[in-house]
């Protein structure tokens, strides 16, 4: 069975950093684009960040920025988030997401991702 898990998700005070991490099980996933969605009530789940399985290429919601930075280690099949300078508006349930193997398209397509975490609570407050 293919799983994402999240952890490292909590309560941290604005100003603060957290770093998520997500492991993949039962799969190898070094030939897959990870990356991390997240979903705050009321609203749409949304993009935040992704890395691609080649080149280590990234891409960033313009909201995250500069404060957000993500990383993989293919050796562990995991991908973390490093989250600096959080904001209130950053409050939300973070999801780990795969595509399908060797994707090379546009990592802002929701439609890419295949593979989905239970997530992960991050609250930031104020």
């Known amino acids: 069975q293919v799983q994402l898990v999240e952890s490292g998700g909590g309560l941290v005070q604005a100003e603060g950093s957290l770093r998520l991490s997500c492991v993949g099980v039962g799969r190898t996933f070094s030939s897959y684009a990870m990356g991390w969605f997240r979903q705050a009530p009321g609203k749409e789940r949304e993009f935040v960040a992704g890395i691609r399985w080649t080149g280590g290429g990234t891409d960033y919601a313009d909201s995250v920025k500069g404060r957000f930075t993500i990383s993989r280690d293919n050796a562990k099949n995991t991908v973390d988030l490093q989250m600096n300078s959080l904001k209130p508006e950053d409050t939300a349930v973070y999801y780990c997401?795969?595509?399908?193997?060797?994707?090379?398209?546009?990592?802002?397509?929701?439609?890419?991702?295949?593979?989905w975490g239970q997530g992960t609570q991050v609250t930031v407050s104020s």
């Open positions: 997401a795969a595509t399908s193997r060797y994707y090379s398209e546009s990592l802002l397509l929701q439609s890419a991702w295949v593979f």
